[in-house]
Nanobody, 127 residues
């Protein structure tokens, strides 16, 4: 069983930055594709970014390109989402997700393609 624990959320003013972390345990982290999703109040879950098992293939949703950076440290079993130039529309609960034993070069971008989920961390951006 894989456990994912997010941290780093909070309240920030527009234009500010936050760094989310996702600590994984249970299985071999280096075999996972990792993704970040978000869900605003009253909305569906939205794909944000994903990174493949080796870290050399990354996908972003258009609205966060050039502002957000996904990365991973396989030695620390942790994935990160660096969020810069935050906007009020980035306000949401952010979830990390893992897909185990996934060696496809392109990481998954659909929530249905992920096996494990964290509990979520709230990000609130004030205007």
């Amino acid at each position: 069983q894989v456990q994912l624990v997010e941290s780093g959320g909070g309240l920030v003013q527009a234009g500010g930055s936050l760094r989310l972390s996702c600590a994984a345990s249970g299985r071999t982290f280096s075999t996972y594709a990792m993704g970040w999703f978000r869900q605003a109040a009253g909305m569906g879950r939205e794909f944000v970014a994903a990174i493949n098992w080796s870290g050399d293939n990354i996908v972003y949703t258009e609205s966060v390109k050039a502002r957000f950076t996904i990365s991973r440290d396989n030695a620390k079993n942790t994935a990160y989402l660096q969020m810069n130039s935050l906007k009020p529309e980035d306000t949401a609960v952010y979830y990390c997700a893992a897909r185990g034993d996934y060696y496809n070069p392109r990481p998954p971008t659909r929530s249905d393609d992920y096996d494990y989920w964290g509990q979520g961390t709230q990000v609130t951006v004030s205007s």
